[in-house]
């Protein structure tokens, strides 16, 4: 059976078709990373694979009148987002209107090929439309640099802020992110918190516990740009605003440059996450009740802290010591009245 294919003006344009078919399965073998799986007089079909998560299934669609009507494209992948790959097609559609007339297929497929391999972060562009959604502040924002594979996301609350580019490697997702905060005004332990539990966040996305659970299924790689950033963007909006759990007045100043130079008014975080001052902690922790340790006021969780140490029952002892040098100093007062 001959499949014929008319213009819209009545010529016949199967030998048109036929030529580029012929051409589509001699010249699409020869391009790097693409696989031509049809080619047959209603569609040509081609699979571009640059990584495990960077591949997709073009089809190109004949219209009746084709040339003079554009090919129609359909994208297929069981990685890529569905969202970007609709929106990948309708930019194709507009590539093949400007072919209008000539020949269309290999034109197409060369362009999804150099779109995925130029546009290198579209392997988590769902990510980083979760991402955009949480940046609600003004002067939040984010940028991609598709050509270096990096995102650089700028986080802010009231005077506060935290900058963070992130590289995604070719490989990604079995592979993490590598975040790196590059600018910032928050205090220094704060800092340091932020970066090492960012970067331990990725790490576990990729890669299985030390201490493997028999009765959990195998471990499969995750990916790890959104749950790393959900985390720093987290911090950045919850930490200016935190109150002291004690006292109950806030915690950082309100100038990230102003320094708290009164006493005991230090900032201390504790293993929970929740930010005290440091005189309000320490007669926290000196004063009884003892028994089990002390917990945070308000998620009820046990503080460890490097500077409070020692057991509950030292804990006591020495409270109970400093109560019988208090009497005995109240004695003598009153000895001396």
């Given amino acids: 059976?001959?499949?014929?294919?008319?213009?819209?003006?009545?010529?016949?344009?199967?030998?048109?078709?036929?030529?580029?078919?012929?051409?589509?399965?001699?010249?699409?073998?020869?391009?790097?990373?693409?696989?031509?799986?049809?080619?047959?007089?209603?569609?040509?079909?081609?699979?571009?694979?640059?990584?495990?998560?960077?591949?997709?299934?073009?089809?190109?669609?004949?219209?009746?009148?084709?040339?003079?009507?554009?090919?129609?494209?359909?994208?297929?992948?069981?990685?890529?987002?569905?969202?970007?790959?609709?929106g990948l097609a309708k930019v194709c559609d507009t590539e093949a209107r400007k072919l209008k007339g000539k020949p269309q297929v290999l034109h197409v497929i060369n362009f999804v090929k150099t779109f995925i391999e130029e546009n290198t972060l579209c392997v988590c562009s769902e990510e980083i439309s979760t991402i955009k959604r949480l940046l609600t502040g003004d002067k939040d924002e984010i940028k991609l640099k598709q050509k270096?594979?990096?995102?650089?996301?700028?986080?802010?609350?009231e005077q506060y802020f935290l900058h963070i580019k992130i590289s995604v490697p070719d490989n990604y997702p079995l592979v993490q992110i590598t975040p790196e905060l590059t600018e910032h005004n928050f205090p220094a332990f704060l800092y340091t918190h932020f970066k090492a539990q960012a970067a331990e966040i990725a790490r576990r996305c990729v890669q299985p516990p030390l201490k493997k659970n028999p009765n959990q299924s195998p471990f499969v790689p995750k990916p790890s740009l959104l749950p790393t950033c959900e985390y720093l963007i987290e911090c950045v909006k919850k930490y200016p605003l935190e109150k002291c759990?004690?006292?109950?007045?806030?915690?950082?100043?309100?100038?990230?440059?102003?320094?708290?130079?009164?006493?005991?008014?230090?900032?201390?975080?504790?293993?929970?996450g929740h930010l005290f001052h440091f005189m309000c902690l320490n007669k926290f922790m000196k004063t009884p009740p003892f028994a089990e340790g002390k917990q945070c006021p308000t998620c009820g969780k046990q503080i460890f802290h490097d500077k409070w140490k020692v057991s509950s029952e030292v804990m006591e002892t020495r409270w109970a010591h400093k109560q019988a040098r208090q009497r005995e100093l109240e004695e003598v007062a009153d000895f001396m009245e």
């Fill in 148 to 157: 270096a594979s990096e995102l650089v996301v700028k986080v802010h609350q």
């Fill in 245 to 272: 759990q004690l006292c109950h007045e806030r915690a950082l100043p309100v100038d990230p440059l102003t320094e708290s130079t009164q006493r005991g008014r230090q900032i201390e975080k504790v293993y929970c």
């Fill in 1 to 86: 059976m001959v499949f014929i294919v008319m213009s819209s003006d009545g010529e016949d344009c199967s030998a048109f078709l036929r030529a580029e078919l012929e051409q589509v399965k001699k010249e699409v073998p020869r391009i790097e990373n693409v696989k031509l799986i049809a080619a047959v007089p209603l569609l040509v079909r081609a699979e571009i694979k640059k990584t495990e998560h960077k591949q997709v299934a073009v089809t190109c669609m004949f219209q009746p009148a084709y040339p003079a009507e554009p090919l129609v494209t359909e994208l297929r992948s069981k990685t890529l987002a569905d969202r970007f790959l609709d």
